[in-house]
């Protein structure tokens, strides 16, 4: 079965600082898709970024990017110039094809003004 | 396009009730998927309908819980003979997805579930 693994339950940043979220995950398949979701405090959980594992180039959405090293099985999350917004949960996932995500337990991003 | 709409958003019942929430997935996602989040964890899924096909079942849905999804548009969870450890977030997702495909999961904003 495949397990997803966030080390970190919370890290905090200074407004405009950098932050990166680490994420590993355990799987036998070579082709799948991980994501980063986001889920502010009683909102919803919303798409952050995506990436296939047969590509080879980490993804990059604005201000967020990921660096994915698939022999280590490892998706970090990079933000870059952290806003107040970025404050929330951010969970690691994987997925199969069009199987269902497996979520790590997620990382709490603060965000210090 | 209103985005996957859930009721309710909060429910309190007392231990051995029945409750039954909702979900309104995007119009033209054919798959939805239910998860469960409880303090402190990640969504865990718990069921998977593609269209009206209710194709996947985790062993965490026991037998008190039955998912439907008449005519392939909105879907119903109910939870029979509810019990203080059903209390939790119930998430619904949905996709548009084709054979291998899936584009993301678009998530409502839950139902908070609270056996009491």
């Known amino acids: 079965a495949q397990t997803v693994t966030q080390s970190q339950p919370e890290m905090s940043v200074q407004e405009a600082e950098t932050v990166t979220l680490s994420c590993t995950y355990d799987?036998?398949?070579?082709?799948?898709?991980l994501f980063w979701y986001k889920q502010p405090p009683s909102r919803q959980m919303i798409l952050v970024i995506r990436?296939?594992?047969?590509?080879?180039q980490n993804a990059t959405e604005n201000r967020f990017s990921v660096n994915f090293q698939k022999a280590a099985k490892s998706f970090s999350l990079k933000i870059s110039d952290s806003q107040l917004g970025d404050a929330a949960m951010y969970f690691c996932?994987?997925?199969?094809?069009?199987?269902?995500?497996?979520f790590g337990k997620g990382t709490k991003l603060s965000v210090i003004p | 396009d209103t985005g996957v709409s859930q009721d309710p958003r909060h429910k309190i019942t007392k231990r051995g009730q029945n409750v039954t929430f909702r979900c309104d997935p995007i119009?033209?996602?054919?798959?939805l998927y239910w998860y469960r989040q409880t303090l402190g964890q990640g969504p865990e899924f718990l069921t998977y309908?593609?269209?009206?096909?209710?194709?996947?079942k985790s062993r965490l849905l026991s037998d008190r819980f039955s998912a439907e999804r008449p005519k392939g548009s909105f879907s119903t969870l109910e939870i029979q003979r509810t019990e203080q450890g059903d209390s939790a977030m119930y998430l619904c997702?949905?996709?548009?997805?084709?054979?291998?495909?899936?584009?993301?999961?678009?998530f409502g904003q839950g139902t908070r579930l609270t056996v009491v």
């Open positions: 990436q296939e594992a047969y590509k080879q």
């Open positions: 799987t036998s398949e070579s082709d799948y898709y």
């Open positions: 309908f593609q269209n009206e096909a209710q194709l996947e």
């Open positions: 997702a949905s996709s548009i997805g084709t054979g291998r495909g899936n584009t993301e999961a678009f």
């Open positions: 119009s033209e996602h054919n798959r």
């Open positions: 996932a994987y997925r199969r094809w069009s199987y269902q995500l497996t």
